[in-house]
């Protein structure tokens, strides 16, 4: 796709660029060209998104300005998990939810739906409950049944059920695997295929985009759902990775070919590469070239449909929190001025 430039236009641009005037930069302070990393995402037929929260109406302007302008889809960070959605069995609440749907629809990015199973974030009333097997998959269903339902034809993936696997491979010993077994998971994609039959639905994982033996356990589970005709559309790969622990090209690349012989799709749902803080410049350039290498693998395999990032702004990120003494995850920094992953991205989807 880089396309040769003639001469003059070259001529032109560095000339450009020597003034200021650039649309190109390439450091910190340099202003974001006019073409979006959406639209430029677009002639690759990737979807580029971002995770946002719903606390996003009261962030800043320039928060704002970025998550309405750079992105093709974007997903709810939180307010769509179980804890939000159903905080008593007989209470469902989308105040959050459809505020976030909402301002997407009104900007023409497309959802994708985070999450219908998933152990952590579940509510109070679920887990302390002693459930039997009949009684959890009721519960289960309704939940399913109830989200997807208030948002068909609006979400356009699922993130159906989020991170089934321990990290030697075997399925999680979640709530839903101890009382109901490991059938929790094809009725969790039958149950949300009837809810909405045009959602395109996917299993959610991290620490599994390479090759090893999470996602291997990843992939029997997915050849044996697509044996048994479960409506599963696709893998997604999380990419929560460091400067020093993430997948190769090769392993990436392969685990998304053998996936795609499934007949199956991989998204990368959300990218982060954390930093031990204070980052440093070596760091940061580690950083772009784990974005530019992940995109350009997604790039090149056909069955990568969308690449999204976990919001997209330093001063907005799950890992400070949640690493302690990491942070420095994203694309843009807590000013939201541009990163060396910014460019690095645009340059991999300009080429
Ligand atoms: C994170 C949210 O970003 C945080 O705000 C929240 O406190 C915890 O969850 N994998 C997932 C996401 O699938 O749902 C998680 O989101 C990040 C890890």
């Given at each position: 796709?880089?396309?040769?430039?003639?001469l003059?236009?070259?001529?032109?641009?560095?000339?450009?660029a020597?003034?200021?005037c650039?649309?190109?930069?390439?450091g910190?302070g340099?202003?974001?060209?006019?073409?979006?990393?959406?639209?430029?995402?677009?002639e690759?037929?990737?979807?580029?998104?971002?995770?946002?929260?719903?606390?996003?109406?009261t962030?800043?302007?320039?928060?704002?300005?970025?998550?309405?302008?750079?992105?093709?889809?974007?997903?709810?960070?939180?307010?769509?998990?179980?804890?939000a959605?159903?905080?008593?069995?007989?209470?469902?609440?989308?105040?959050?939810?459809?505020?976030q749907?909402?301002?997407?629809?009104?900007?023409?990015?497309?959802?994708?739906?985070?999450?219908?199973?998933?152990?952590?974030?579940?509510?109070?009333?679920?887990?302390?409950?002693?459930?039997?097997?009949?009684?959890?998959?009721?519960?289960?269903?309704?939940?399913?049944?109830?989200?997807v339902?208030?948002?068909?034809?609006?979400?356009?993936?699922?993130?159906?059920?989020?991170e089934?696997?321990?990290?030697?491979?075997?399925?999680?010993?979640?709530?839903f695997?101890?009382?109901?077994?490991?059938?929790?998971?094809?009725?969790?994609?039958?149950?949300?295929h009837?809810?909405?039959?045009?959602?395109?639905?996917?299993?959610?994982?991290?620490?599994?985009e390479?090759?090893?033996?999470?996602?291997?356990?990843?992939y029997?589970l997915?050849?044996?759902?697509v044996?048994?005709?479960?409506?599963?559309?696709?893998?997604?790969?999380?990419?929560?990775?460091?400067?020093?622990?993430?997948?190769?090209?090769?392993?990436?690349?392969?685990?998304?070919?053998?996936?795609g012989?499934?007949?199956?799709?991989?998204?990368?749902?959300?990218?982060?590469?954390?930093?031990?803080?204070p980052?440093?410049?070596?760091?940061?350039?580690?950083?772009?070239?784990i974005?530019?290498?992940?995109l350009?693998?997604?790039?090149?395999?056909?069955?990568?449909?969308?690449?999204t990032?976990?919001?997209?702004?330093?001063?907005?990120?799950?890992?400070?929190?949640?690493?302690?003494?990491?942070?420095?995850?994203?694309?843009?920094?807590?000013?939201?001025?541009?990163?060396?992953?910014?460019?690095?991205?645009?340059d991999a989807?300009?080429?």
């Amino acid at each position: 796709m880089r396309r040769l430039l003639a001469l003059p236009v070259l001529a032109a641009a560095l000339l450009l660029a020597a003034t200021g005037c650039d649309s190109g930069g390439d450091g910190p302070g340099t202003t974001p060209p006019d073409t979006t990393l959406a639209a430029l995402a677009a002639e690759h037929d990737v979807l580029f998104g971002s995770a946002f929260d719903a606390n996003f109406s009261t962030l800043e302007a320039e928060y704002q300005r970025i998550l309405g302008s750079q992105f093709a889809v974007v997903t709810p960070g939180n307010s769509m998990k179980w804890d939000a959605t159903q905080p008593s069995r007989t209470t469902f609440r989308y105040t959050n939810a459809d505020a976030q749907v909402a301002y997407a629809e009104g900007r023409g990015m497309k959802i994708r739906g985070h999450t219908l199973v998933w152990h952590s974030q579940l509510p109070f009333w679920l887990t302390s409950g002693n459930w039997t097997k009949q009684q959890l998959l009721d519960i289960l269903r309704e939940h399913i049944q109830a989200v997807v339902t208030r948002y068909k034809g609006r979400v356009y993936a699922w993130d159906v059920v989020n991170e089934p696997f321990e990290e030697n491979g075997t399925l999680r010993n979640s709530i839903f695997h101890r009382i109901i077994g490991p059938e929790y998971i094809a009725l969790a994609f039958q149950w949300a295929h009837e809810a909405d039959p045009d959602a395109k639905l996917y299993l959610n994982e991290y620490n599994a985009e390479g090759l090893g033996a999470k996602s291997n356990g990843v992939y029997a589970l997915a050849q044996q759902l697509v044996a048994a005709g479960v409506p599963i559309d696709g893998i997604g790969m999380q990419m929560h990775v460091t400067d020093t622990f993430y997948p190769s090209a090769g392993d990436l690349g392969a685990n998304m070919r053998r996936i795609g012989d499934l007949g199956l799709d991989v998204d990368i749902t959300e990218m982060d590469v954390r930093l031990r803080l204070p980052a440093t410049q070596s760091a940061l350039a580690t950083q772009a070239s784990i974005y530019r290498s992940i995109l350009t693998t997604c790039l090149a395999a056909s069955n990568c449909k969308a690449f999204t990032i976990w919001d997209f702004s330093d001063a907005h990120s799950w890992i400070p929190s949640t690493f302690p003494g990491f942070g420095a995850a994203l694309i843009f920094d807590e000013d939201y001025e541009p990163k060396p992953a910014y460019w690095a991205i645009r340059d991999a989807l300009e080429d």
